[in-house]
């Protein structure tokens, strides 16, 4: 028996198809110059800002420096750090009770409220090993022989860009709009206002920075930004201003 329901779904797919072909042959009838410039009034309009995250306190700086002075952070030190980082999933960070009860993921942000102590801990840990590969020098006790610039370009959706704020404070950053689709249907960013921040930092050979960088940002996902896909990408810089 068909019920009103399925009545209503008809009616409504009924009204979207004639829809579709009214404006379809609407805009058919528009000039070509006024169809163009509506196109890119659409896909080149700057999204809406949300309020610029804060500032990174002040102790709360001097603090990271210390932890990572006491590190005397050199490439033997580093590679074992990747290793470590590239062990944890969001799997296992759940099986070892790092994390409970967390948005899924593609959802909200992860708060403290879902991590235990020693996921804090490892989520400093990610931030801090990121600060360090950054921005760290012999100032810092990072003992790493930087012999390259790259570029490091993070994408991040705005409401959530505040989790790594201390990467902000030295990057440049561009707003962009969202273009991934989820194959699932449970996490699209399509349009939603991102922010894409690129920070330069020194190299050593053999990349290891860059591992480095790549095993705490997944870390950092897992255990606070919660992306389906966390966008990350470093290129070598040919000509750069900075010494």
Not at 6 to 15: C, I, T
Not at 101 to 115: N, V, W
Request: charged residues 30%; contains cysteine; negative net charge.
């Amino acid at each position: 028996m068909v019920s009103a329901d399925d009545v209503v779904a008809r009616v409504q797919a009924e009204l979207r198809d004639e829809l579709r072909v009214r404006v379809r042959a609407s805009l058919s009838a528009q000039p070509r110059d006024w169809l163009v410039e509506e196109l890119l009034a659409r896909v080149l309009r700057e999204p809406a800002r949300a309020a610029d995250p804060p500032a990174e306190p002040e102790e709360e700086r001097a603090a990271r420096r210390e932890r990572i002075r006491a590190w005397k952070l050199d490439t033997d030190r580093l590679a074992a750090c990747v290793t470590r980082f590239r062990a944890w999933d969001r799997a296992r960070l759940e099986a070892e009770g790092h994390l409970d009860g967390a948005p899924e993921k593609g959802g909200r942000l992860i708060t403290a409220e879902h991590r235990s102590p020693a996921g804090e801990a490892l989520l400093r840990e990610a931030k801090d090993l990121l600060y360090a590969l950054l921005f760290g020098d012999a100032g810092t006790g990072v003992q790493l022989e930087r012999v390259e610039r790259e570029l490091l370009t993070l994408t991040l959706p705005r409401p959530k860009a505040h989790a790594v704020a201390f990467v902000l404070q030295a990057a440049t950053e561009i707003g962009a709009v969202g273009t991934w689709r989820d194959p699932q249907g449970q996490a699209h960013d399509e349009r939603a206002p991102n922010v894409l921040v690129q920070v330069e930092y020194g190299e050593v050979a053999g990349e290891l920075v860059g591992n480095g960088i790549a095993a705490a940002l997944r870390l950092i996902n897992h255990l606070e930004v919660n992306e389906q896909v966390l966008y990350a990408r470093m290129e070598n810089v040919e000509e750069s201003t900075l010494e």
